[in-house]
Each structure stands twice: as C-alpha cells, then as structure tokens.
C-alpha cells in the first residue's frame, strides 16, 4: 500500500477517522492524504456570490478549513508518517472520488454516520454514494449520529 486518502469533515468526529487511516499508513509505510471536500462555491451552483465582504467571508472560512487539515497533515508528519493535507471545493463524494483517482490511493478512509434508509433516501449518505461509485478498497469508520 502506497497511498491511503482519508476524508474529514471537519467535526469532532475527524480525528477518530485520521487515527484509523494513520494507524494503517504506519503499519503499510504509506503516505497519509489528510482531504476535505469544502461546500462548493456559490457561483458553481448558479447562485450569486453577492457582495465583496461575502466572498471576504467565504474566503477566511477556507484558509480556516485549510489550516485545520494542514496541521493534521504536520502533526503526523512529525510522527513520522508521510502527510500531506489537501482542501478541495465541490460536491463530496464525486470530489472524493476523483481525488482517489488522481493520487492513485490504494484505500479511501472516511467517517459514515449510519443514519438509517429514511434518512439517506431522503438527505443522502457521501459514504453510500461512495460505495456505489467507488472501485477502490474503502474503510468505513463508524461515527455516532450527531
């Protein structure tokens, strides 16, 4: 194994996932990809954007949301395991899933709630989206409903 992508959101949850997907990036030796998938853009979804100090707003919450995943990325570098953190803007799961692509991961670890059928049939589930689209090795951590 060579590369291990593991996705995080951002909550309280994130770092029970990046111990999971570190945990095996030191066994294998492989390099950790610490990734976030940031809400798209409002104009990428054919909204406006609105005024300067909105896109002011939006952009601070990205570097927050980027730092965030970069110090991850260091602080398991410091530990010895090869990180590095990447922030991306799009639709979660199709965005996760190119990503696993392009740096050819050789498993995707990612946090999934189980919320139940009503509630993906309703609202969605990234990680069922994930499984049916995915073709390479996933880890699904479980999560508590928030």
Known sequence: MKNILVAVDLTDHSTRVLESAASLARLTHAKLWVVHVAAPEPDFVGYEVGPQYVRNIRANELREE????????????AQGIDSEAILITGYTAESLLDEVVKL?????VMGSRGH????????????????????TPLLLIPLPVA
């Open 104 to 108: 050819e991961a050789d498993l995707l």
């Open 66 to 77: 980027h730092r965030r995943i970069q110090a991850w990325a260091a602080e398991y570098s």
């Open 116 to 135: 139940g059928i009503l509630y993906d049939v309703v609202v969605g589930s990234v990680a069922a989206e994930v499984m049916r689209k995915n073709t």
